[in-house]
């Protein structure tokens, strides 16, 4: 397994919105055309920003995940719109690419001490997958969603 994540762009955004979740999991998240209207439209409002990705296991595209962020915050650094494609899933890239994801706002983000997401209540496998990451349930609910959380350490740069 070769995961990597690519920005989502015009040479790829076609193959992006072709990708489909099981049918028994069509309501837990939204598919990846409105997660790419959110770039544009940004509904939690103009300070967020939001970087799409597809995500590869090499040359095939195997899912989507986006970061959405207020880049000026220590807790506002989000993973959203995240989905395996059906043909995909239970071969292991859903805890690849959420580990990438993590690498990657991590690596990007100085002022980061906190990434968030939401879950769907009744989205035991996904909960099951956040949980083995280390997120946690915060208590605060969104609709049908809860709000899990990882607190991240930053390694002091001064030592």
């Known amino acids: 397994m070769e995961i990597q994540l690519q920005k989502v762009t015009r040479e790829n955004w076609e193959e992006a919105i072709s990708l489909r979740v099981a049918e028994e999991q069509a309501g837990f998240t939204p598919p990846v055309a409105v997660s790419l209207a959110k770039v544009y439209v ?36 989000w993973i959203n719109g995240f989905l395996i494609d059906e043909r995909y899933q239970g071969q292991g890239y859903g805890r690849a690419a959420l580990t990438e994801m993590i690498r990657w706002i991590l690596s990007r983000w100085d002022r980061c001490r906190e990434i968030r997401l939401t879950v769907h209540g009744n989205n035991r496998i996904a909960k099951r997958l956040y949980e083995s990451a280390g997120f946690t349930p915060t208590g605060a609910v969104y609709g049908e969603e809860e709000v899990w959380s990882l607190p991240v ?7």
């Open 42 to 77: 940004k509904p939690d409002g103009d300070n967020v920003d939001y970087i799409p990705f597809a995500i590869y296991d090499g040359p095939r595209m195997v899912g989507f995940i986006m970061h959405a962020c207020e880049e000026n915050t220590a807790d506002m650094y």
């Open 153 to 159: 350490a930053k390694a002091d740069s001064s030592a």
